[in-house]
């Protein structure tokens, strides 16, 4: 049980979802007494709703994916990955490090027949929702069949949680003319307007938060880079609106009065709302929260994953490759 | 004369930088009769200070740089360049085409001997002041060696114009551990580590905005979708902000009450503040302001490109790249 909390964190985030959630049932992974100090600690106990599974050892945020792999048999990321593998869960959340869940969720349940490279993908609040971005950094250099396999992966993803027949998915680019951007997405590109996918073009940075796209497909470099600048200016902005509203009398009582607007706006970006980054292309559900959630934002990723796993978002995926596959060789 | 509203807030901009900069003398390049008519509305004359030359051809927005290179020999844009070139003026500034400005100041000025690659350059807000950031698009495939071409490119201009001796530069990427990223980076990393350049290792994107390089170096494609994103979620964080003090009467009043402190916090954010993006590398300043631009943020264009041109930016970058050049031959 990892993340830069530990139990403290995702014990009691487990309960909220518990008693939100009659239909989702949890198995704890990690120190069995760290977990029961902590579920004592909140009058709870083990139940069949509610399992504990020891593990007796942890990945560290810093460690090697590889070193992890090889030499932490006994991990809790490990143990929780194999639920899933074994049909002991249905799917498998994880504030630990990222690079080192890949790794054991790539060796453990292998990639879906047809896809190459699995990637993650997470929603990003836009104008008037959200939009589905991926690859956020499982790869660093993508090759155009890989960028349409994320497309094809975005595209089942976004279908089936959020009920859109057919998402509108864009490749990130630096212009929209078709002779912008490198070979890789040029040839992407084409590939995806010969699919069946609802392909609508070059988009730019911008058009994450636009709300034009369901979907935006970039390498794992990009994504990544993207992501994360977007976390600083949101950050700089709010830091910036704190400090002005701090500076005197008068502004402090403005802060008070707009306190309750402030909060509102806050709400519709607050990364808490989106936590929770899908690991797609796996033959299995996993979900990574961010390091840094709180309850709220990792009650959020348990959620994420509960509904990915009752949409089995990875059999639809395998299903679409395969149609397209089919397609093409009857073309 | 170019940008979406040509003459229209080109011409005030440069009046506004007259009467600000006695020591800044201005060409205004394009139709004349659509220049002398703007100049008419706000009782202006072609003097000394500010003189008038026509050209002919317009190179449109949506132009292909090839086309607009070879077919527009006339052009606003290139006859401003050529200014450069003969030595007539020390800068040129323009909101049009980006690629094709590029490519018309890469074809009469010549990159800078050392210099593969010219790279655009801009600053961007931070916690504690600004972070130049290149390449923002010039280029969408950078190997380690032009990598490192930006990074003394962005040494150089970050230490002239804001009076840095050693500015702290680091490179994008995905993770701040030696094993992160592709092997560009990671080449481009070793360079650095080896040079006399103030190099702080890797950063991540959201390092742009928290103050802690002066200069951030990456390629083209990831710079350009870093800035484009980070625009997009300004917009749409300042959207939802409107949005919601809109929504009642109570909000408005809030609103009118918060308003001197919101309006402060935004002109630290202001993109207007920060228009006016260098090309680097090549053998005289050019500068390009955002297409949209308008009075306010063309006059910071001009500034920024004057100087630019008081400090010599090319001359130094020139002598900085020899002076490695030499130390690596002594190694």
Redo the contacts between chains.
Sequence with gaps: MGGDHGPEVVVPAALSVLSDSADVDLILVGDRDAIEVELRRRRALPSERLQVRHASQQVEM?E?PSQALRAKKDSSMRVAVDLVKEGSADACVSAGNTGALMAIARFLLKTLPGVDRPAICSAL???DGHTHVLDL?AN??SSARHLFEFAVMGSVLASAVDNIPRPRVGL?N?GQ?E?K??ERVREAARMLADSEIHYIGFV???????GNANVIV?D???G??????????????T???R???Q?NLF?R???W??G???R??RT??DPREYNGASFVGLRGTVVKSHGSADVKAYARAIKEASAEARQKIPERISAQLASMLVDREAM
């Design positions: 810093d090697l609040p836009s104008m950094g660093v250099e990130l630096i003319e002779t951007g490198n730019e940075g911008d058009d994450v938060y636009r970039c794992g470099f990009v990544n880079v993207a992501l994360k600048s977007s976390e600083g200016v949101a950050h700089m902005i830091h910036f609106l400090s002005e509203f500076r502004t009582a403005a802060a009065i707009a309750p607007v402030l509102a706006s519709r970006f």
